[in-house]
């Protein structure tokens, strides 16, 4: 067992301009930071959210990690692929009642030992003492929270911003006038939160409902930071509800795929984009602005979710 150098192999994320018929008719210019390009399996922001935890569990001595998510988990996916890849063993807490997804299957094939908790029991997650008895279960593994969030996650996206200003001559562009990127956990827009240091606002479209304590989580991170709760928007995305997913939805994703041939997921990355559109055409954005759009990946979720809808 060996963590990785995380620090050392951390990719890099191409940038490039966002060709649809909508930003081009209201005048908007907006570059994709592509994440989903970075990996074929530890993919889109998931790994820069590993990359503290990773050292921390290191730095510990721990020998593997365990962690939480769904059955369509985008970070319970790239954890597991990180665990196989570098040899380190991880575990799983999932929310729900055993389930064969697609993700599910991967993660099995990539060798995490997987406990189903119901759903009152993955509730009992924020709860204090919900670590202690896995923690005796498992020693030698380093806990880390739901989506690799906390102060944590939040640093290890801290190098995006500068990978976006290491990339904009190439766009012909000098400046931008703030971020838009889907809002999960609310870890990777707090990073770019705390990177961006008030030079640009930061606009999250929030893929889950209210009672996600999204905005609660921001502004946690931002105070472990000894920051302030400000720099930043939450948008209501969720389609009303996790994992929602409808018709107008779908055909907004297809016709986008269409035009940029750049493929989209419906949980997250295609509602922000979908927020993103009705925010141009309400006239909120102004003309001549600058935008950098993260894709923030989660591909491999597609799967089961587009069989479902």
């Known amino acids: 067992m060996s963590f990785p150098d995380s620090f050392a192999w951390l990719p890099h994320a191409p940038l490039h301009r966002l060709e649809l018929d909508w930003l081009c008719q209201a005048g908007v210019e907006v570059a994709l930071l592509r994440l989903d390009l ?33 059955a ?34 991967d993660l099995q094939r990539f060798g995490m030992q997987l406990h189903w908790l119901g759903y009152g029991g993955y509730r009992a997650r924020h709860e204090a003492g919900f670590w202690g008895p896995w923690q005796a279960q498992y020693p030698h593994l380093h806990p880390v929270p739901e989506g690799g969030g906390g102060l ?28 838009w990127l889907a809002a999960g956990t609310g870890t990777t827009l707090a990073g770019l939160v705390l990177a961006e240091d008030g030079a640009h606002p930061v606009h999250g479209a929030l893929a889950v ?15 472990a930071a000894g920051r302030p709760a400000q720099g930043y928007q939450l948008l209501d995305a969720s389609r009303g509800g996790f994992a929602k997913v409808d018709e107008p939805l779908l055909a907004f994703i297809r016709s986008s795929e269409q035009q940029c041939a750049v493929p989209l997921e419906p949980l997250y990355t295609g509602k922000a984009l979908l927020a993103l559109h009705e925010q141009v055409l309400a006239g909120r954005i102004a003309r ?16 089961g979710l587009l069989a479902q809808a």
């Open 288 to 303: 001549g602005s600058r935008w950098i759009f993260v894709h923030t990946g989660g591909l491999q979720g597609r799967r």
């Open 209 to 223: 409902p209210d009672d996600h304590g999204v905005a609660q989580q921001v502004e946690s991170i931002l105070r």
């Open 38 to 70: 970075i990996d074929p399996l530890i993919s889109g922001n998931k790994w820069f959210k590993l990359v503290q935890h990773l050292a921390a569990a290191r730095q510990a001595g721990a020998q593997g990690i365990i962690s939480l998510g769904g």
């Open 72 to 105: 369509h988990s985008n970070h319970l996916h790239a954890l597991a692929a990180a665990g196989q890849r570098f040899a380190f063993p991880t575990v799983g807490l999932l929310r729900g009642h055993p389930q064969d997804t697609p993700t599910v299957l």
């Open 152 to 179: 944590p996650g939040a640093l290890g996206c801290l190098p995006l911003r500068d990978q976006v200003q290491q990339q904009l001559p190439a766009l012909g562009w000098d400046d931008y006038h703030g971020w």
